[in-house]
């Protein structure tokens, strides 16, 4: 008998419907795979059976019981755990401290703080080894911050555990260290769904795979007895006879410098980063996870005070020492933490669309609403955001709508420089290509210029012209055109010469 059955579940949310009849199985020891497109149901209905969201219709049968769950607290003292994509970490507090928190022991009148870190440590030792527990979740890169999240879920001996987009962040080794434990979980019983947009790992990891489309289960596929067909799996998730593919463009660039910088140094982080970027060129920022790709970005929007560096945009000196020279300068920034960086989840697609021009020096004496709106409904028609109207919450968009949001909301301005800090973390293929082919059209007919870090090194392989391969902060290697492939990227980034 399958460890949980949910049946026909439903969602809405104001008008939009995010499941209209959601069907999931899981059964112990098995890893099932849950794919969709961004908006597809496949994050609302693990949040419903964790006890986020409450379903509007429908059944969950757990462990021989209904259930329906009034939080996740609940569901974890039920044996029901999520690593949840949207962190749920506490950054004042250290990584013990978090793994632990809400299932302290105590000892006497106190807190057994020493079986707490030693059950910390145990989990983290199986999932990145030497990481130290008594760092505080703030001092952690994006990839430890995970590694912290999926121990806090695991740190309640779950019987069932869902995995949503655990592997954004990490490395390919803390990818490996993970499907370890996954697997040693699996024999020990627990079941487990595992949610990504990286089919490679799904058809790794996964002993079945379920997909949702439009709010409902479209398609299922038992590694047992069917083979691993990716563009099968594919098909299914788009609801398209082809599978998506991307044809490598190479063109000539101009030697027309738009963006210089000289000597970029920030704390630890950045040493001596020098580099020009051509009109319309799409410079990529590769290396190990960790090696400053993420604070270069940031320092290049102007982000950190303390930069010391020579920069230029058409000839002309800017100061990268805050956001609104850069933003003046037309050097914006598209970050990959749209829930932290890169927009006001509780206001609307609206107030997110004209808030960048509210910072600007040379403001109308009325805001121009009817004006910004217009241009706001532009923007969505062209992206092909899916959206009720543009006065509807931010939150209530998937993913894959929201990311659109954030870079539409540059598209009005004068571009000189597009910073792409991980555009596509945690989108789906479908909106991902979307996402993409709608800034390389805008490369090649504004021959605008852009620089591109992506986690996934797919990315940088598909569209980017040139590619700086980073290693402790600094620029190490130099990979052009047709020189930009998987081997020689995982070589530069390792120092293999």
């Known amino acids: 008998m399958p460890l949980l059955t949910a049946t026909g579940i439903k969602k809405l949310f104001g008008g939009v419907v995010a499941l209209s009849n959601g069907n999931l199985t899981c059964e112990e020891g098995k890893i099932t795979g849950l794919l969709g497109t961004n908006g597809s149901g496949k994050s609302t209905i693990s949040k419903i059976i964790t006890g986020v969201y409450g379903k509007d219709g429908g059944t969950i049968i757990y462990d021989g019981k209904e259930i329906n769950f009034k939080n996740p607290n609940e569901a974890k003292m039920n044996g029901i755990s999520m690593v949840f994509q949207n962190l749920s970490l506490m950054p004042d507090l250290t990584v013990w401290q978090n793994i632990v928190l809400g299932i302290e022991k105590k000892k006497g009148l106190f807190l057994d703080d020493k079986q707490a870190i030693e059950l910390a440590q145990s989990i983290i030792n199986d999932l990145k080894p030497g990481m130290d527990v008594n760092k505080k979740v703030s001092e952690l890169n994006p990839g430890e911050q995970q590694i912290t999240e999926i121990a806090k879920a695991i740190s309640v ?32 019983g627990v079941a487990m769904i595992f949610t990504s947009h990286r089919l490679g790992e799904v058809m790794e990891i996964c002993d079945n795979i379920v997909v949702f489309r439009n709010g ?17 799996i594919v098909k299914m998730i788009t609801g398209e006879t082809e599978g998506i593919h991307i044809s ?11 963006f210089e910088v ?8 950045l040493n001596n980063v020098s580099f020009k970027l051509r009109k319309g060129e799409v410079l990529g ?5 960790g090696q400053g790709q993420t604070e270069l970005m940031l320092a290049l929007a102007g982000n950190y005070r303390q930069t010391q560096c020579k920069a230029q945009v058409n000839g002309q000196k800017v100061a990268l020492t805050k956001p609104s020279n850069a933003v003046q300068n037309g050097v914006l920034l598209v970050p990959g933490d749209r829930q932290k960086e890169g927009t006001f989840q509780r206001n609307s697609i609206y107030y997110n669309m004209i808030f960048p021009k509210l910072g600007l020096k040379k ?6 609403r009817k004006k910004y709106r217009e241009e706001a409904e532009q923007v969505c028609q062209a992206l092909s955001v899916r959206a009720k109207s543009i006065d509807v919450d931010l939150y209530t968009l998937s993913g894959g709508n929201q990311q ?19 555009p596509a973390k945690g989108v789906d293929v479908r909106a991902k290509k979307d996402l993409y082919d709608f800034i390389m059209n805008m490369v090649r007919e504004k021959n605008m210029s852009v620089i591109l870090y992506a986690s996934d090194s797919d990315e940088l392989i598909s569209y980017c012209d040139r590619l700086l391969i980073m290693y402790e902060g600094e620029v190490v290697s130099e990979l052009v055109g047709p020189e930009i492939t998987e081997d020689n990227i995982v070589a530069k980034s390792m120092r293999v010469e």
């Open 262 to 269: 000289e000597n970029l140094c920030y704390g630890k982080f």
């Open 248 to 258: 490598k463009e190479y063109h000539d660039i101009p030697d027309e410098v738009v």
């Open 363 to 368: 403001q109308p004496l009325f805001t121009p």
């Open 157 to 188: 001996r779950p019987k069932l555990l869902i995995f949503d987009e655990p592997t954004a962040a990490l490395e390919q080794e803390e990818v490996n260290s993970l499907f370890r434990y996954m697997r040693k979980l699996a024999g020990e």
């Open 216 to 232: 409902e289960n479209v398609g299922s596929m038992d590694f047992a007895v069917e083979e691993k067909d990716a563009d099968a």
């Open 404 to 422: 659109k949001i954030v870079v539409g909301k540059w598209l009005p301005f004068d571009i000189n420089v597009l910073l792409l800090a991980d």
């Open 285 to 289: 920022i590769g290396g190990l996870a």
